[in-house]
C-alpha cells in the first residue's frame, strides 16, 4: 500500500484504491496496532479517515441525515460517514478509556452488519492484570501469537522515535512547525496503515527539517486535550508569531516513553487514565519546553470538557480554552488573538503542580 504525502511529505491519507478490504481494520482510538500488524491486518484509524477527507464537513451532516443526534460529538459522526464511505468491515472499538459514546457507535455498526471488536483500558493504570488480559484477548481475536505482537513492537519501536525526533526538532531546534509536529504525531495512531513506508518518508522530512533555517516566533505555546477539528489553527498561530512547540495528546499516541513490553507501554500512555496522570506529563513538559500558555481544546459535547476545571486548578499558566463543533474553519481568531497579545505581555510564572 502507498501513501499519500503533500509537498512536504507529511501524511495525509492512505490511498484507499485497491486496498483488500478483508485486511483492513478500522480503529475509534489508539489501540495496540502491533497485535494488528503481526496477525497481517492494517489498522486505519477512522478519525484520520474523516478529518483527512477532502468533504469532512459533509461527512458530519450525512452522519445526522442518517439519524445520529446533532448533539452529539462530530468525531463519532466523522468516524461512522468514514466507515461506510471507504466500507470499513472490521472495527475494534474502544470502549473503555475513551469517548463515552463509542459503545453505542459499536453497536450501529453491529446492527449494519459491521463485525467489531471490543477492546478496553483499565480505569486504574495500575492494574496491568486487566490490560494484559485485554492485550490477549485482541491477540486471539486476530489468531495472532502473542509473542508475534512484542517482536512487532521493536519494529514499531524504531519507526516512533523517528518521530520522537520530529518533535524534538520542534521544541528544541525550531525546525519543524506546530502544524507539521500535529500531523507527524497524530499519525502515529495507525502509522497510516503501512509503517515501512511511514518510516522511510519520517527518515525524508527529518533530513529537509534538519537542513531548514529555524522557525521565527515571538513566543511558545502548547495545545493540550484532544486533537483539534477545526482546520485552520495551527496555520493562524503561526501567522501571529506563536510556535506551538507541545501537541499533548498526538505526542501520547506516538508512545513517547521508553518501555520493554506492551503493558508497560500501554499503562504508561496517558490517554485513557485519569486526567491527574496527564497533568504530570504536562507539567513536565511545559516546563521542559519552556510554554508561555496553553491553548486547551475541547470537543463540543465531549465528556473531557469537565476536565478543563481541574486543567485550571492545578497549572498556574495562561490558558485559552477553545470549543468548537465540526470541520472548517475557525471562528475564534479574535479570542486566539487577544490571547496571544496577552502572552507577549504576561510575566511568566514557574509552572507548579498543587495538589
Not at 161 to 174: A, C, F, M, P, S
Not at 177 to 185: L, P, Q
Request: some cysteine.
Amino acid at each position: 500500500m502507498n501513501l499519500k504525502f503533500n509537498d512536504h511529505l507529511l501524511p495525509v491519507l492512505p490511498a484507499m484504491d485497491n486496498l483488500p478490504l478483508d485486511r483492513i481494520i478500522g480503529i475509534t482510538s489508539t489501540v495496540p496496532i502491533e497485535i494488528v500488524f503481526a496477525a497481517g491486518f492494517i489498522p486505519l484509524d477512522l478519525n484520520n479517515l474523516f478529518i483527512g477527507d477532502a468533504l469532512s464537513y459533509k461527512m458530519v451532516e450525512d452522519a445526522e441525515s442518517s439519524g445520529l443526534p446533532r448533539n452529539t460529538c462530530a468525531w463519532i459522526k466523522g468516524m461512522y460517514s468514514a466507515t461506510r464511505k471507504y466500507h470499513i468491515q472490521r472495527i475494534i472499538s474502544v470502549i473503555q478509556g475513551d469517548c463515552s459514546n463509542n459503545e453505542a457507535l459499536m453497536e450501529i455498526f453491529q446492527s449494519e452488519g459491521i463485525k467489531t471488536i471490543p477492546f478496553a483500558y483499565p480505569h486504574d493504570k495500575a492494574d496491568t492484570g486487566f490490560l494484559h488480559d485485554q492485550l490477549m484477548m485482541l491477540a486471539d481475536n486476530l489468531r495472532v501469537p502473542y509473542s508475534k505482537a512484542e517482536e512487532m513492537k521493536k519494529h514499531l519501536d524504531a519507526i516512533r522515535e523517528k518521530v520522537h525526533k520530529i518533535d524534538e526538532l520542534t521544541w528544541k531546534e525550531d525546525r519543524v512547525t506546530g502544524e507539521e509536529n500535529h500531523i507527524w504525531t497524530v499519525s502515529t495512531s495507525d502509522l497510516m496503515g503501512d509503517y515501512t513506508t511511514f518510516n522511510e518518508r519520517a527518515i525524508r522530512f527529518l533530513k529537509l527539517a534538519r537542513g531548514r533555517e529555524p522557525v521565527r516566533y515571538d513566543l511558545r505555546i502548547g495545545v493540550i486535550g484532544i486533537p483539534p477539528i477545526c482546520e485552520d489553527l495551527y496555520p493562524f498561530l503561526s501567522t501571529i508569531g506563536a510556535h506551538v512547540v507541545f501537541n499533548e495528546i498526538q505526542r501520547q499516541f506516538s508512545m513517547p516513553y521508553h518501555t520493554k513490553t506492551l503493558v508497560e507501554q500501554y499503562s504508561q500512555y496517558t490517554y485513557p487514565y485519569d486526567i491527574l496522570s496527564r497533568m504530570e506529563d504536562i507539567q513536565q513538559e511545559i516546563k521542559q519546553r519552556n510554554i508561555r500558555g496553553l491553548i486547551h481544546y475541547v470537543q463540543s459535547f465531549c465528556h473531557r470538557h469537565i476536565h478543563d476545571k481541574i486543567i485550571r486548578k492545578h497549572i498556574r499558566l495562561p490558558i485559552l480554552t477553545l470549543d468548537c463543533d465540526r470541520p472548517g474553519p475557525g471562528r475564534m481568531k479574535t479570542r486566539i488573538e487577544a490571547f496571544i497579545e496577552m502572552l507577549k505581555y504576561h510575566e511568566p510564572k514557574t509552572p507548579v503542580i498543587s495538589g
